[in-house]
């Protein structure tokens, strides 16, 4: 590796990780806080109530970040979980070990969230339509990792046999995803995209964007917490840990 | 393309096709000789099946309703049960592990040992259903969608579980554990597969699901052995 370029393999290791996320943990935890503070009073405080729904709408400033979230941060999962197998990196499968959690939290969010805009809009619960379904199933599929991974005792064992399992689970993504469009049922199809006019008022469309920011703030803010004990928990015997609690 | 790799090609193709003859002989011939297993896992099928009406009541139109539902979700449960078969005991007494130390590639050996477990497990339970969808009153035409939609399914449901069965050898608990990795995985083959013969009672052509879940088959015949052969190396090491 040549030292005119940026060494992107220095930060692969543990050892250099681990200061820069414990560096990056309260800017991230901040700028969540701030701009779920400003999202939240824009959408509860801002917003005008919803002609047809009246008020319940409002649940769409946590209800659609968390949808996106939980299909975003398993793709993410999957993109680590290929490096992992690719490279055979630890921290690649660290990472997947510390996103799984979060994702796992957004799309219990998303689906209960929406189980209770669907009472008042659909006068039910839960529909067994397509998109419900899907994202009940990638929940499964979170659980499903976490348990495979901690029913292997070796934990480098657990990495690669898990990676493969998120990797095989990553074909539910574009179902979740495209059921909408694949199936007419229930949920309805998606309000925003980049390609068209939103059509939603556009202090809802900011106030919705800013908590899916927040949302993403969060998710990177915590899952860099977690890998930092993910490190410990694994590494804690090793010599640049030992001097660092030692430095402290 | 030099002499060398015209003469090299052929070849690795030939061990290609050997492993999985090999494996299909060598996994039928064991099947064989372990004939009340089988049964064992045919009669749980059955089982399930009967279940059904005693649970939900005697009535014959419930019953046709439901019949295509309950006998994929028996199935879906009856391919669950087989599994641990396909590897626990190769992997226990550490044939495995001389398997995958073969000149055969992996995968190849990977894709016998599917194909040998699906027709000693996945094609007897094809060619019980039409009896017990009888029993929930489908027409010969719903039966015909039916058998033919698990015909296209079960083979899938063998290949997927087969990465599942691989992930969790030797694993504390693992016969839980892998209900809860595969049948999340499951789920679109119930649905298409059951799904097809309520089209058919709708009035309009199953050709639609029939064919999703025959693309679905092709695509896990090029994908779950590579996977598969992945997570048995995991396991070996």
Not at chain 1, 64 to 77: E, K, Q, R
Not at chain 1, 127 to 155: C, K, V
Not at chain 2, 42 to 63: E, K, M, S, W
Request: proline residues 5%; glycine residues 8%; neutral net charge.
């Amino acid at each position: 590796m040549s030292s005119s370029t940026v060494n992107w393999f220095r930060y692969s290791s543990p050892a250099s990780f681990f200061p820069l996320a414990g560096k990056l943990v309260p800017w991230f935890a901040a700028a969540a806080a701030l701009l779920s503070v400003l999202g939240l009073w824009l959408g509860l405080v801002v917003a005008p109530t919803d002609a047809q729904q009246g008020d319940t709408y409002r649940i769409i400033f946590i209800h659609v970040p968390a949808a996106w979230m939980s299909m975003f941060i398993y793709l993410v999962m999957a993109f680590w979980s290929a490096l992992a197998l690719m490279f055979n990196t630890r921290l690649s499968a660290m990472m997947v070990q510390a996103l799984a959690p979060t994702g796992a939290l957004f799309t219990f969010i998303a689906l209960v969230s929406g189980s209770l805009w669907g009472r008042p809009a659909w006068g039910t619960y839960w529909a067994w339509d397509a998109r419900m379904t899907s994202e009940l199933i990638l929940l499964f599929l979170y659980f499903g990792y976490l348990a495979l991974h901690a029913a292997i005792a070796d934990s480098r064992r657990a990495d690669r046999a898990s990676a493969v399992l998120v990797l095989v689970g990553v074909v539910n993504v574009p179902i979740i995803y495209f059921s909408v469009k694949w199936w007419n049922t229930l949920h309805q199809g998606a309000t925003v995209s980049l390609t068209a006019a939103p059509r939603m008022a556009a202090v809802m469309l900011t106030a919705m964007l800013i908590m899916s920011l927040a949302a993403w703030f969060y998710a990177i803010a915590v899952t860099l917490l977690r890998v930092q004990a993910v490190i410990l928990e694994r590494e804690g015997r090793a010599a640049w840990a030992l001097n660092l609690a030692g430095a402290e | 393309m030099n002499e060398a790799t015209l003469r090299a090609a052929p070849l690795a193709n030939d061990s290609a096709w050997g492993g999985v003859s090999w494996a299909v002989a060598r996994d039928l011939k064991l099947a064989l000789r372990s004939r009340a297993e089988l049964g064992v896992q045919l009669l749980f099928y059955v089982i399930v099946v009967t279940l059904f009406p005693l649970g939900i009541g005697p009535d014959p139109a419930t019953l046709r309703t439901l019949g295509p539902g309950v006998l994929w979700v028996a199935a879906l449960l009856a391919s669950l049960l087989a599994l641990p078969r396909l590897f626990a005991a190769d992997f226990a007494d550490g044939t495995l592990e001389q398997i995958a130390l073969s000149p055969y590639p992996l995968p190849a050996l990977v894709s016998g040992k599917i194909v040998a477990h699906w027709l000693a497990t996945g094609a007897p339970l094809v060619a019980l259903s039409p009896l017990l969808a009888l029993q929930f009153g489908l027409d010969g035409g719903e039966i015909g969608v039916l058998v033919t939609g698990l015909l296209l399914g079960t083979p899938t449901l063998s290949l997927l579980g087969a990465i599942g069965a691989a992930l969790t050898l030797g694993v504390r608990g693992s016969g839980a554990l892998l209900a809860l990795l595969i049948l999340p995985l499951y789920v679109p083959i119930l649905i298409f597969g059951a799904g097809a013969v309520e089209s058919l009672r709708a009035g309009l052509v199953p050709g639609a699901q029939l064919s999703i879940l025959a693309a679905g088959l092709l695509a896990a015949i090029v994908g779950a052995p590579l996977a598969c052969a992945a997570a048995v190396h995991i396991a070996l090491d």
